[in-house]
């Protein structure tokens, strides 16, 4: 059978239909050699927090099947954070609180906008997906 790639679309409408909440997606620039997308999304408690990580996990798992996969997965015994490693995505799943208190967003962010999102089309986001980018008419 042929399954669909897990990248950047496919997490973003997985969160989305998972309900998660305030999604934020940060393109990292090639030269800090790190991922290439960071992903922040907020659960609505504990239990919603850890079955939006779960799940996530489970599909990465059955679409790479064939391929062997290392993926990091953190925060399994806290209940505000859990964090996975997808190899070129990062996703954090946080509660409000503590995204609050940690403000990654700002962090990734304090770059100029416009160099992060500018190969991003702004009709093809949501709202929520258009971090700091202006819409032109």
Not at 33 to 41: A, L, P
Not at 88 to 95: A, E, K, S, T
Not at 106 to 111: A, D, I
Not at 115 to 124: A, G, H, I, W
Request: glycine content about 4%.
């Amino acid at each position: 059978e042929d399954l669909p790639e897990f990248n950047i679309s496919l997490l973003v409408n997985l969160l989305r239909q998972e309900n998660g909440r305030d999604l934020c997606v940060i393109r990292i620039p090639p030269e800090m050699k790190y991922v290439e997308y960071f992903v922040i999304v907020g659960g609505m408690s504990t239990r919603h927090l850890q079955a939006l990580a779960q799940f996530t996990l489970k599909v990465f798992k059955h679409l790479k099947k064939d391929v062997q996969s290392h993926v990091c997965l953190e925060g399994k015994d806290t209940d505000d954070w859990m964090c996975i490693d997808f190899g070129n995505i990062v996703v954090h799943f946080m509660l409000q609180e503590t995204r609050e208190a940690y403000e990654l967003e700002k962090l990734w962010t304090l770059r100029s906008h416009d160099d992060q999102l500018s190969q991003f089309v702004p009709e093809t986001l949501p709202l929520d997906f258009t971090f700091g980018l202006q819409k032109t008419e």
